[in-house]
């Protein structure tokens, strides 16, 4: 019989879900959710990407990318502008409030990784870090299948 809640992709599965709410629990006062927080992220690190830039780095299809843009907008956090040299296209900037939000978020963000690791090593979380790189594979935007 298999046993499927000792199969890798049951237990990553709820690790994953896990990890997801410890990170809404320490950024839900702010009224962000994970997916947001990553787009947020990916602009501090590099603020004026493109849609498209963010969909790639994020590994997330363009739609949802476009929808997460929409309430981080409304929400004050970031602004379209149109790109330079495409009229189709818009460079998404961090308005002053999302880039002030940087370091409380990010403390939230450390604050739930403590909390999910907290049975690890330090070694263990490096090999554990490690072996995700390696089952992460190619790092192309999954689509969901359409049958």
Partial sequence: MYDVESSIGFLMAKSY?????????EIGVYDL???QFGLL????????LTQVELSEQGQIDRSTVGGLIDRLERSGLLERR???QDRRSYKI?????????ESTLTACAERSV????????ENEINELRRML????????IYELPSC
Avoid: N
């Fill in 114 to 121: 403590g909390r999910f690791t907290a049975g690890l090593t």
């Fill in 17 to 25: 879900q896990r990890a997801w709410a410890l990170l809404r629990e």
């Fill in 41 to 48: 992220s990916f602009l501090w690190r590099q603020d004026g």
């Fill in 93 to 101: 900037f961090l308005t002053k409030q999302g880039k002030a939000m």
């Fill in 82 to 84: 149109q790109h330079p």
């Fill in 133 to 140: 790189e390696i089952l992460r594979g190619d790092r192309s």
């Fill in 33 to 35: 959710t994970p997916p």
